[in-house]
């Protein structure tokens, strides 16, 4: 039996942890099926049902497993691992817009990161449970993580890397996981989204710099003036109709919902912990300011102050 996924650059997980997918299944069988049960759900499986096949709920729940008992970790491990899947499937749209600017699909790769534009939207309202977890409720069970802290999401650094985040001291940290230590090197190496839309506008000839095109893309995205320069011609004709405009506002989209999740995430931490130092070896709140200060898509922002 074959599994559907998304189109992305991950292997599979090991069949072992992935729920086998349910038969398929046509509008005409569904039609006859709905017509065979009077117009109401089917109740009768011989296994587990078909929904259990796909979404996988035994697997999902077998992996909130707290280390205490106290009643507000549930909250904080549910939460972690939401926002993780979240990061999956930012990661997947952006390489999919990245594929669609590369095949001079412009309509597709807006479509994919407006549809971001709504997923980072929930992956920030998550925010929302956690935001009451106060001090004492943390200590409760926090020295029981030991070390673990989000700084070692790796899927995160995925995420910052297609905006432009580049930092190789994070990808240090998953030496000794090589499959995504390896992954990590190629993203870090690789083309941010950023690099991809320049690709592109250079492509329709847009006077993109040729040193921004080969420029290092291991380290992070710089303004540069004539890319500053090319936005802001863009943006001067603010209609629906100039595509490029719309494909910089969803740009522009991106990079301002994902900086109000790391400025919220900033917040969580100075209620939950205030400035005491973090579980991931860092000073706490003051690295995070400093790292949530990292401006995603810069030259789109600076293109604003010349129109
Ligand atoms: C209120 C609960 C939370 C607290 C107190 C907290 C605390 C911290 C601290 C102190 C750091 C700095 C690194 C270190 O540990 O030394 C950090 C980093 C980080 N945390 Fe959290 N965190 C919380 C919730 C979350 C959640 C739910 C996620 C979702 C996955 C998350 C993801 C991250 C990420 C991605 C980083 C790295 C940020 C960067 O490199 O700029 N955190 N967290």
Known sequence: MTTRRLPGARPEPPAAIRPAAPPPLDGDTRAER??????????????ATPYEAYVGVRQLQALVRTVTDHPAEPAFLVVTQVMELWFTLLRREWELAQRQLRADDLDGAVASIRRSVHHLRSLDASWGSL???????????????????????????????????????????????????????????GPSLEDDVLAYLARRGLPVPAAVLARDRSVPHEPDPAVTGLWADVYRDPRPANELFALGEA?????????????????????????????????????????????????????????
């Open 34 to 47: 709905a017509a065979a049960n009077a117009g109401l759900p089917t109740v009768e499986f011989a296994e």
């Open 251 to 307: 740009l522009t989209d991106v990079a301002e919902v994902f900086t109000t999740w790391r400025q919220r995430h900033v917040t969580a931490v100075r209620r939950a912990m205030g400035a005491k130092p973090g579980s991931g070896g860092s000073a706490g709140l003051v690295w995070l300011e400093r790292s949530a200060a990292r401006v995603v898509f810069p030259d789109l922002w600076a293109a604003r102050t010349t129109v």
């Open 131 to 189: 935001l009451w977890l106060t001090p004492a409720e943390f200590n409760g069970f926090r020295d029981s993580l030991g070390e673990a802290s989000g700084f070692q999401s790796y899927e995160y650094r995925d995420v910052e890397f297609l905006l432009g985040l580049k930092a190789e001291s994070v990808v240090r940290p998953h030496r000794g996981l090589p499959v995504v230590h390896a992954d990590l090197q190629r993203a870090l190496a």
